[in-house]
């Protein structure tokens, strides 16, 4: 598949500079991060932009409350919600700030432009006004009396401002999201602006504000500051060099954006404030707006006054930067909420990332490097188990694409992790460590196992967007680090004779024991410095297993008690009140002959299985079916669609499995 250089620009809502922002903040730019590596990996000419939106009444207060200027206060917080970018390993090509000399002073050209040409207008503005929100409600768009956005206290408040003339515009906007019904994603979002704020019509908008002085000023009027629909909202052209005197080669280059990835609580202001602007400007549209969902604490909104906040770089020393990530990816659904407690960021870590990846990983190297020297043999089988593990890699590449083009990034990754349970059912069928005991299968054995490699391989470079430095340790592992690319991803076989596997040690290790003990002692003592609320949550961990992936499992003293036994078929034949049932007649070495019943007479006829030699579970209880008394079961594997048999070819009759 050739590279494809065609320009993509992605961009996250930015961060506000009220405070620091939460997981469920942090979730959009990982989002955005991993949509921006994927189209990267396919070739594409990315620019990613993210950053913070740093005006308005409500810096103004929280800087005063903090005996700072708002500047001061503002570049701190910017510099705190950049650091957790810069943890989360998020591969932004510019950090955009609507402090920056440049943006403030393109959006006074913005507003003027607009101003000049009739879409701007001075007037006086009356009504329910939310500081929390830095809005402006109608009576008709309260509830209860309060803020609809926040449920917060509104108070009545009059000032002086300047409006933009939303409704000249609403027709055209109405025409254009029926002619491209992929502009706003989900469709709930789209059904939602059209039923709520389309047809009752829209009304003119406030763009500034003369009651404080935290903004940009407006050039002709030093009252009044650009309100934040005018200067955030415009971050997305001028960070790209737009400017009404003449714009960039990069913005020429990259606009209009492919996608503005926003919280679904923001979606009016991006798909009417902010369409309408552009139209008014005379530039093209985005070519979508992806609202995705929240992620919830359990299932409760989070925040600081209800003592339920996680923090990313929290998170991230806790459980590494990549289980984050994955987390993070791995469960947020494209339409509906999702949610994070800790406790479930346990369960995921032990089941996808230590029991399945990092597992599959460790033993595939440690049986190269115990039976090849470490070196890699290119030998790709041609057996029907072969094909079915080729053609679980390779389709799982394309349904990643197709994930990726419909924002279903958690099914992407899904899709990721079933390369590595195919890859884990496939070393169960082929049993490497019994093709290593016997040199005439050295050949097999070598096919065996460059399949492995090769698989895994392709599975690290799925894995690029959503844990780029898990992904690089894992190709580093199979012996090809500088084999990373779409094109290599997509056909089985890249993976060159010879290769040199690196280490074998877990890339995961697993929260278990005196380490999952450690997690909650310090999350117990985080709780109970910050967050006392949270000591439910701590406890839920406690409450669990150990080990919250080993439910289920039994020690060695229960494995102790099953008695397993290799018998000799000496008859077979169907049992005739039964069209699933075969009477078997076994030799367990016991001296007396022992009757199972076995319900895989779909699977086998009596002459297949007269003269094998099979295991059987010699002391369970007998059970009678369809008139067979049946002492004993003999040892079968789901298969597909079918079942096959365990035969022990060679194991004399009698001998105890252990």
């Not at 502009?183 to 908008?205: A, C, H, W, Y």
């Not at 929290?314 to 909420?337: H, I, K, S, T």
């Not at 076989?493 to 999952?516: C, K, M, N, Y």
């Amino acid at each position: 598949m050739p590279k494809e250089r065609k320009p993509y620009y992605i961009t996250t809502a930015i961060a506000y500079t009220s405070r620091k922002p939460h997981i469920g903040n942090s979730y959009e730019v990982v989002l955005s991060d991993a949509m921006a590596r994927f189209r990267r990996l396919q070739g594409r000419d990315v620019f990613f932009m993210t950053g913070t939106d740093e005006h308005g009444q409500k810096i103004e207060g929280y800087a005063a409350q903090a005996g700072v200027s708002p500047k001061e206060y503002v570049d701190g917080v910017a510099a705190e919600i950049r650091a957790i970018c810069d943890r989360l390993n998020v591969s932004y090509d510019k950090f955009i700030r609507t402090t920056d000399e440049d943006h403030m002073r393109v959006v006074q050209k913005i507003f003027k432009k607009l101003y000049d040409q009739g879409d701007i207008y001075k007037g006086e503005y009356s009504g329910h006004y939310c500081v929390a929100c830095e809005s402006f409600f109608t009576d008709s768009q309260l509830v209860d009396g309060k803020c609809p956005d926040c449920g917060g206290e509104v108070k009545i408040q009059r000032e002086e401002a300047y409006f933009f003339k939303l409704s000249k515009y609403q027709k055209r906007l109405e025409e254009h999201m029926n002619a491209h019904p992929e502009f706003i994603t989900p469709v709930s979002r789209k059904n939602e602006m059209i039923n709520n704020f389309l047809k009752p019509g829209l009304q003119d908008l406030c763009v500034s504000r003369s009651s404080f002085k935290w903004g940009i000023p407006v050039s002709f009027d030093d009252k009044h500051v650009i309100y934040v629909w005018i200067d955030a909202l415009s971050n997305y052209i001028t960070g790209v060099g737009y400017d009404p005197d003449g714009s960039s080669e990069l913005f020429e280059k990259y606009w209009p954006a492919d996608v503005h990835v926003i919280g679904k609580d923001i979606i009016r202001f991006h798909t009417i404030y902010w369409p309408i602007e552009l139209m008014a400007l005379g530039l093209p549209l985005p070519k979508q707006i992806y609202g995705h969902p929240w992620l919830l604490f359990g299932d409760s909104k989070m925040s600081k006054s209800k003592g339920n906040v996680i923090y990313a770089d929290d998170l991230a020393g806790y459980f590494g930067v990549d289980a984050v990530r994955w987390y993070l990816l791995a469960e947020m659904p494209r339409d509906n909420d999702g949610s994070i407690t800790y406790d479930s960021v346990v369960e995921r870590y032990n089941s996808d990332l230590a029991n399945t990846i990092g597992n599959l990983v460790s033993r595939t190297v440690a049986m190269i490097g115990k039976y090849q020297g470490g070196v890699i043999k290119k030998r790709i089988g041609a057996q029907d188990v072969d094909a079915a593990l080729i053609g679980n890699a390779l389709s799982a590449v394309t349904e990643v694409e197709k994930c990726f083009d419909e924002f279903r990034v958690a099914d992407a990754a899904a899709a990721v992790l079933g390369i590595a349970k195919s890859a884990n059912k496939y070393i169960d069928e082929t049993a490497p460590w019994i093709l290593g005991k016997d040199p005439a299968q050295a050949d097999r054995l070598a096919e065996v196992l460059y399949g492995l490699a090769e698989t895994i391989r392709i599975m690290a470079v799925e894995l690029s967007p959503f844990m780029p430095d898990t992904s690089k340790q894992i190709l580093e592992a199979v012996g090809c680090p500088d084999i990373c690319s779409y094109e290599s991803a997509s056909e089985f076989g890249a993976l060159p004779d010879g290769a040199v596997t690196g280490s074998a040690a877990p890339i995961f290790v697993r929260f278990t024991g005196e380490r999952l003990d450690s997690l909650i002692r310090a999350l117990g003592e985080k709780a109970e410095a910050e967050r006392a609320a949270e000591k439910s949550v701590i406890e839920s961990i406690k409450k669990k297993d150990a080990a919250p992936a080993e439910a289920g499992l039994i020690d060695i003293t229960d494995f102790a008690k099953v008695e397993l036994r290799a018998a000799k078929v000496l008859t077979c034949e169907k049992v005739e009140k039964s069209k699933k049932l075969l009477r078997l007649i076994l030799d367990d070495g016991s001296g007396e002959e022992r009757v199972v019943a076995s319900g895989i007479a779909a699977y086998y006829t009596p002459e297949e299985l007269v003269g094998k030699t099979v295991a059987v579970v010699a002391n369970l209880k007998p059970a009678t079916l369809c008139g067979v008394e049946s002492r004993g079961m003999i040892l079968a594997a789901d298969a597909g669609d079918g079942v096959k048999v365990v035969f022990l070819d060679g194991v004399p009759a009698g001998s105890k499995i252990r």
